[in-house]
C-alpha cells in the first residue's frame, strides 16, 4: 500500500500533509534548494521539479495564436 507516488511539480517549494486519510500527516512544507526533487519524510511521497510544464502549454497557445492570417481582401 505503501507505493512511493511520484508528484511533479513546477516549483521547488512543496507542501505535503500526506493527501489526508490514512496516510495523513501534519502539513510540512519541502524546500529542494538546490536538487530538483524531494522526498516527505513522513509519507515518502517523492516530489520532482518538472519547469517544462507550463512551457509546454504556452508554446501550444501561441502556436495557434500565429497561424491566424489576415482574410484575403476582396479587389
Ligand atoms: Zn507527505
Known amino acids: 500500500m505503501s507505493a512511493h507516488e ?3 511539480v513546477d516549483i521547488k517549494r512543496v507542501a505535503c500533509d ?3 486519510g490514512a496516510l495523513g500527516h501534519p502539513k510540512i512544507y519541502l524546500e529542494m534548494g538546490a536538487a530538483s526533487e524531494v522526498v516527505c519524510p513522513y509519507c515518502s511521497r517523492r516530489f520532482v521539479f518538472k519547469e517544462s510544464t507550463a512551457v ?3 508554446d501550444l497557445s501561441s502556436r495557434s495564436a500565429s497561424a491566424k492570417r489576415n482574410g484575403p481582401s476582396c479587389r
Open 18 to 20: 500526506g493527501g489526508g
Open 56 to 58: 509546454n502549454a504556452g
Open 6 to 8: 511520484v508528484i511533479e
